[in-house]
């Protein structure tokens, strides 16, 4: 594989891009969790630079996470204070280290692709809804916000979209169309395409800036507002800038709520985690794989760190990780790049970030969401056969109406069900019609042959015609079940002997003490 060096250019701009994405919605984020506007800052910069070099993931991003926000705004409020709950979070950075020790990382695996591929494809269903109200200059939703329901009075992402239509912006709707066209001519005309020195999410977002600029400028009714720009705290001085950081309260650390909150947090992060780290090992172009014990070792030490100086708990975003692959990224550099670039932003030029109509952002992210929830993917799936396409659409369906963790646990349950059911099915199904006699029946076990297996080769012997050979082959196999090792000793001794079948062992280990059966019966 290339060094990161040869790809240090495009992964640069790449975290440039990210960064774009990722400043909205940190705030965003902070807002809906009821946490100070900094927080979110903080927790970027930590997900980007800190989490970005412990990583294995070359190409997932992290920060704050929509998922978490209900979390955090309910345990800020049973806590009582903001730096009790930071507390919580520095305490959920040390659980998540210890499920890194305890190799916790590796139930990763038992994520199956078709809920992976529904859970991307999902989430990009979700940008798209979630940004369109925003692309047309309704910003009433924070946008840090991906759940269907978005309050208490059950308003959710239909009707914010139906609402967004009665408040629609004119000044807003040209800079969308303005900065999809660039993006789009970046995608398709040659020239742009090829042209890496500077990347279209930036000549996009730029282009709204100096549109609504000029609006302003020139007294129009098209200019967009501050509320509907970008809304990053500026410090007057770096003692304000200082006074941003909080220090967790430490006494809380006996506190039992703390706890639970931090245990709820450490789960819920690392689910999310693993399951975007899945994914992005799915996106990426190279085909490398994560280890996703060092991923939680790493998002442990960056929360630790988070609630030590007053930020959000963070995990492994989507919403950042595919704007970062669909950017051009393939290493680890341009994570790190957009938590340096969020740092020296908040820092240097907050006042230049706040000009960026939110309508630009969202033609961004308008591109992230329909690259990952393309026709192809819909179609890509429906080929893969009913056993790939149900589990992948309940996932799709279940994820946009409810949440990532509940969409997820829907999808899986679906895809356990149906692969119990092909387990289920027989592996080799007799047709007493085509059986000619003095045929052998030929019984092949596979590498591996669980309890799973147990329903459809009990069904096949008890198909089994009177008076017929049956072979069963284990040569190939390394591992065979108790309970199927028992079904098979039981129809050797009892069921074979009724039906008077003459039974044919290859390849049983001799410790499976299935030799020493009636005459009729025969290994090697």
Not at 300 to 319: D, E, K
Not at 372 to 390: D, I, N, R, T
Request: with cysteine.
């Amino acid at each position: 594989m290339k060094s990161y060096s040869s790809f240090l250019k495009t992964d640069i701009l790449a975290g440039l891009v990210v960064f774009l994405v990722a400043l909205p919605l940190c705030l965003g984020i902070a807002l809906a969790s009821g946490a100070p506007l900094f927080a979110g800052i903080i927790a970027g910069v930590i997900g980007g630079i800190v989490v970005g070099v412990l990583s294995n993931s070359q190409l997932s991003v992290s920060g704050p996470a929509a998922g978490l926000t209900a979390i955090v705004l309910a345990a800020i409020t049973s806590l009582g204070s903001y730096e009790v709950f930071l507390m919580a979070v520095m305490l959920a950075g040390v659980l998540q280290i210890l499920l890194s020790v305890a190799k916790a990382g590796t139930i990763s695996n038992y994520f199956p692709s078709n809920v992976i591929e529904g859970m991307l494809t999902a989430i990009g269903v979700i940008i798209i809804l979630k940004q369109l109200p925003h692309a047309i200059g309704y910003d009433a939703d924070n946008e840090g916000d991906f759940f269907f329901i978005e309050d208490k009075t059950g308003h959710n992402t239909f009707s914010a979209i139906i609402d967004a239509v009665n408040y629609t912006h004119l000044g807003a709707v040209i800079v969308t169309l303005v900065s999809l066209g660039i993006l789009i001519s970046f995608n398709k005309i040659a020239f742009l395409k090829n042209l890496k020195a500077v990347p279209g999410a930036l000549i996009a977002v730029v282009a709204g800036m100096v549109i609504n600029e000029m609006f302003k400028a020139t007294g129009s009714n098209l200019a967009i507002q501050q509320e509907h720009l970008v809304n990053l705290p500026v410090p007057a001085s770096f003692n304000d800038f200082i006074g941003q950081f909080s220090m967790p309260d430490f006494s809380a650390i006996g506190n039992p709520q703390v706890w639970v909150t931090a245990a709820t947090i450490a789960v819920v992060a690392s689910i999310e985690t693993l399951l975007c780290v899945e994914a992005s090992d799915k996106l990426d172009p190279l085909k490398r794989y994560s280890n996703t014990n060092t991923e939680l070792f790493a998002q442990g030490a960056g929360n630790m760190l988070s609630g030590l100086i007053g930020g959000l708990p963070m995990t492994s975003v989507i919403v950042r990780t595919s704007a970062n692959i669909n950017s051009g990224a393939r290493t680890k550099i341009s994570t790190i790049a957009h938590g340096v670039f969020l740092l020296l932003a908040v820092i240097s030029i907050p006042t230049i970030l706040n000009k960026i109509p939110l309508a630009s952002l969202a033609a961004v992210l308008l591109m992230v969401g329909y690259k990952l929830a393309s026709p192809k993917v819909f179609k890509h799936m429906w080929e893969s056969g009913k056993y790939q396409f149900v589990p992948f659409i309940v996932t799709v369906i279940a994820v946009v109406f409810t949440d990532l963790l509940k969409g997820v646990a829907i999808g899986l349950v679906v895809s356990i069900f149906y692969i119990l059911r092909a387990n289920l099915k027989l592996a080799y199904f007799f047709k007493k019609e085509e059986y000619q006699a003095g045929e052998t029946i030929t019984i092949e076990l596979a590498q591996e042959v669980s309890f799973l297996n147990k329903a459809a080769i009990k069904q096949t012997l008890n198909h089994l015609p009177e008076g017929s050979k049956l072979e069963i082959d284990a040569s190939k196999t390394f591992y065979i079940d108790y309970d199927v090792l028992e079904l098979i000793r039981d129809f050797i001794n009892t069921g074979s002997r009724e039906k008077n079948i003459q039974v044919h062992l290859t390849g049983f280990k001799e410790e499976y003490q299935l030799f020493t059966s009636p005459s009729h019966v025969s290994s090697h």
